[in-house]
């Protein structure tokens, strides 16, 4: 599935912005903080929403407007709505047989064996858990073996055993060939599962390809600390000295929180602000530095390690 | 038109307490002709009004709001359309299917409890039962295919319908002549009055429109609306929470 510089706005508002991206066999997280774009990206491909800009095909096809694309692709919606009047059984072969199955009840009992839901396949489906609701949407994409599965945050709602069997389930699937993509704000979620991602931020494609090199791009980027001390000044020389940081500087502390000055009298605004170059290093030798210097190191936390911020840096690369 | 789909939709229509809300008005169109016959007796002026004003110009357009409007418009509301839109199917076929069952349960709810009411109240007299039934038939097919394109056009489908119903057929059309033409209700009236006979007028049953065309105007916006829906429907923009 290609998008070639795809762009979605509503109004004034750029929800997409200019997204090339391929996405084949195996699993791929589609990953970025709320508001990114995800679900704007996914119903394109879906061939729900039509781009502003750009074409979206699977295998040469244009996905929008195109009805008989759904016998290759499956989707997993992020919304809850659902036929909750009618039983998991009746609901899932429904699907099955809206995509006219040549035996559309094995495939819908396939289908729910795979969720694990048989058990309770007879109950309607409004006395379900998120859980159970989620499952059941997983398996009326999966009834008619797609090519491709689309599935938007599938987690949410999702207890860790549930979890943990959908993992699986998407791991075997995309090892079988089939091409899964999945979005999530969570990084944990996509780092166990994704050998690829593709990573969106405020709309744009900020980065794509294997997991490990997108973390280690993560990781190797400059960290910012807050620190704060009994003598803030000599440490900041000491750091300063030592050259494992970028920048070092004496400010009153944004967040508000207590400090202590030079002195040692508590001082509720000063706080070093501390940008490392290495984070290894930095980390290894800044209560060294403390020690040496006889400065007693009261708090030491990342000032942006908050995902936005993770992914903003993603961006400016 | 998918049998599937039209299972589904009835499922949804009819389910919960929805029912209920389709059985309360054909139950005080009952009641009332009813009260009719037993106050004034086998009164024809009485029974056209009572079929003209309530069961023509109330029951048959709210019913057909609540199952044309309710076929589409709460899956659109709620994503769940999701499942039927992400199917290798037509969206006309969609559209047909959903219209249908919102005709069916406008037929059961509305053009047979017509048919009991003018039996009750006047019998086989001058056909009227069976002219208000065809009328109330042909009616709610219109409001349906009507209610089911506003549903797909617009998330408001219930006022917009309600507007037209309450504001335009019965306000403005009681008082600007003119507004009758564009009046669902008139031209099922002109159905009516065709199947009545030349009797019609001398009972005092008459629509704004003739015959040709109440039922030239009934077609363009059956066939129109249902057509149109199906169009915006495979046009239909689905968004996440996002």
Same mark, same amino acid.
Not at chain 1, 38 to 50: D, P
């Given at each position: &599935?290609?998008?070639?510089?795809?762009?979605?706005?509503?109004?004034?508002?750029?929800?997409?912005?200019?997204?090339?991206?391929?996405?084949?066999?195996?699993?791929?997280?589609?990953?970025?903080?709320?508001?990114?774009?995800?679900?704007?990206?996914?119903? &394109?491909?879906?061939?729900?929403?039509?781009?502003?800009?750009?074409?979206?095909?699977?295998?040469?096809?244009?996905?929008?407007?195109? =009805?008989?694309?759904?016998?290759?692709?499956?989707?997993?919606?992020?919304?809850?709505?659902?036929?909750?009047?009618?039983?998991?059984?009746?609901?899932?072969?429904?699907?099955?047989?809206?995509?006219?199955?040549?035996?559309?009840?094995?495939?819908? !009992?396939?289908?729910?064996?795979?969720?694990?839901?048989?058990?309770?396949?007879?109950?309607?489906?409004?006395?379900?858990?998120?859980?159970?609701?989620?499952?059941?949407?997983?398996?009326?994409?999966?009834?008619?073996?797609?090519?491709?599965?689309?599935?938007? =945050?599938?987690?949410?709602?999702?207890?860790?055993?549930?979890?943990? !069997?959908?993992?699986?389930?998407?791991?075997?699937?995309?090892?079988? @060939?089939?091409?899964?993509?999945?979005?999530?704000?969570?990084?944990?979620?996509? =780092?166990?599962?994704?050998?690829?991602?593709?990573?969106?931020?405020?709309?744009?494609?900020?980065?794509?390809?294997?997991?490990?090199?997108?973390?280690?791009?993560?990781?190797?980027?400059?960290?910012?600390?807050?620190?704060?001390?009994?003598?803030?000044?000599?440490?900041?020389?000491?750091?300063?000295? =030592?050259?494992?940081?970028?920048?070092?500087?004496?400010?009153?502390?944004?967040? @508000?929180?207590?400090?202590?000055?030079?002195?040692?009298?508590?001082?509720?605004?000063?706080?070093?602000?501390?940008?490392?170059?290495?984070?290894?290093?930095?980390?290894?030798?800044?209560?060294?530095?403390?020690?040496?210097?006889?400065?007693?190191?009261?708090?030491?936390?990342?000032?942006?390690?908050?995902?936005?911020?993770?992914?903003?840096?993603?961006?400016?690369? | 038109?998918?049998?599937?789909?039209?299972?589904?939709?009835?499922?949804?229509?009819?389910?919960?307490?929805?029912?209920?809300?389709?059985?309360?008005? *054909?139950?005080?169109?009952?009641?009332?002709?009813?009260?009719?016959?037993?106050?004034?007796?086998?009164?024809?002026?009485?029974?056209?009004?009572?079929?003209?004003?309530?069961?023509?110009?109330?029951?048959?357009?709210?019913?057909?709001?609540?199952?044309?409007?309710?076929?589409?418009?709460?899956?659109?509301?709620?994503?769940?359309?999701?499942?039927?839109?992400? #199917? *290798?199917?037509?969206?006309?076929?969609?559209?047909?299917?959903?219209?249908?069952?919102?005709?069916?349960?406008?037929?059961?709810?509305?053009?047979?409890?017509?048919?009991?009411?003018?039996?009750?109240?006047?019998?086989?007299?001058?056909?009227?039962?069976?002219?208000?039934?065809?009328?109330?038939?042909?009616?709610?097919?219109?409001?349906?295919?009507?209610?089911?394109?506003?549903?797909?056009?617009?998330?408001?489908?219930?006022?917009?319908?309600?507007?037209?119903?309450?504001?335009?057929?019965?306000?403005?059309?009681?008082?600007? *002549?003119?507004?009758?033409?564009?009046?669902?209700?008139?031209?099922?009236?002109?159905?009516?009055? #065709?199947?009545?006979?030349?009797?019609?007028?001398?009972?005092?049953?008459?629509?704004?429109?003739?015959?040709?065309?109440?039922?030239?105007?009934?077609?363009?916006?059956?066939?129109?609306?249902?057509?149109?829906?199906?169009?915006?429907?495979? #046009?239909?923009?689905?968004?996440?929470?996002?």
């Amino acid at each position: &599935m290609i998008l070639d510089n795809v762009s979605r706005w509503f109004g004034n508002v750029v929800a997409v912005n200019d997204v090339t991206m391929s996405v084949g066999p195996g699993v791929t997280g589609l990953l970025g903080p709320n508001g990114a774009g995800k679900s704007t990206v996914i119903n &394109m491909m879906a061939g729900f929403l039509a781009p502003s800009a750009g074409t979206v095909t699977l295998d040469d096809e244009v996905v929008w407007r195109n =009805e008989e694309i759904y016998r290759r692709i499956g989707l997993v919606p992020e919304r809850e709505g659902m036929y909750d009047t009618v039983s998991a059984w009746q609901f899932v072969l429904a699907n099955a047989k809206l995509h006219r199955l040549p035996d559309s009840e094995a495939a819908a !009992q396939k289908a729910l064996n795979t969720v694990q839901m048989s058990d309770v396949k007879d109950r309607d489906i409004a006395t379900f858990s998120k859980g159970m609701k989620q499952r059941i949407k997983i398996a009326t994409a999966l009834v008619h073996d797609p090519q491709v599965l689309l599935l938007d =945050e599938p987690f949410n709602g999702m207890d860790p055993r549930q979890r943990i !069997q959908l993992m699986d389930l998407l791991h075997t699937m995309g090892d079988g @060939g089939r091409t899964i993509l999945f979005s999530s704000h969570i990084l944990e979620e996509v =780092e166990q599962i994704a050998g690829n991602i593709q990573v969106l931020v405020a709309g744009r494609h900020a980065a794509s390809g294997d997991f490990r090199d997108i973390r280690r791009l993560m990781t190797e980027r400059p960290h910012q600390y807050w620190i704060r001390s009994d003598n803030d000044r000599a440490l900041a020389s000491a750091i300063i000295a =030592e050259q494992s940081a970028s920048s070092v500087e004496l400010v009153a502390d944004s967040r @508000g929180g207590s400090g202590y000055s030079t002195t040692g009298a508590r001082d509720t605004t000063a706080a070093l602000h501390v940008e490392a170059t290495d984070v290894s290093r930095f980390v290894r030798v800044l209560p060294q530095l403390a020690a040496r210097h006889g400065i007693r190191l009261y708090e030491v936390s990342p000032a942006d390690e908050s995902l936005e911020s993770v992914f903003s840096y993603l961006v400016t690369r | 038109m998918n049998a599937i789909v039209a299972q589904l939709t009835a499922r949804s229509l009819l389910g919960r307490r929805r029912v209920l809300l389709l059985l309360l008005l *054909p139950g005080v169109l009952l009641l009332l002709c009813g009260a009719v016959r037993l106050l004034a007796g086998s009164d024809t002026t009485v029974s056209i009004g009572v079929l003209s004003s309530f069961a023509l110009g109330t029951v048959v357009p709210l019913l057909g709001l609540i199952a044309g409007a309710g076929s589409i418009g709460p899956e659109i509301d709620d994503g769940s359309i999701v499942y039927l839109m992400s #199917k *290798p199917l037509s969206r006309h076929s969609i559209v047909h299917s959903k219209l249908a069952v919102a005709v069916a349960v406008v037929t059961v709810v509305a053009a047979v409890p017509t048919l009991l009411a003018g039996f009750v109240m006047s019998g086989t007299e001058a056909s009227l039962a069976v002219g208000y039934a065809i009328g109330a038939f042909v009616a709610g097919l219109a409001y349906c295919a009507l209610f089911v394109l506003l549903a797909v056009i617009t998330r408001n489908a219930v006022v917009v319908g309600l507007i037209y119903v309450l504001i335009w057929e019965s306000l403005v059309g009681s008082f600007v *002549p003119g507004a009758q033409v564009l009046s669902i209700q008139q031209w099922a009236l002109a159905i009516t009055e #065709k199947v009545v006979g030349s009797s019609a007028g001398t009972l005092g049953l008459s629509s704004a429109v003739s015959f040709g065309t109440g039922v030239v105007l009934l077609a363009v916006i059956v066939i129109g609306c249902t057509w149109y829906a199906g169009a915006r429907l495979r #046009k239909l923009r689905l968004t996440g929470n996002e």
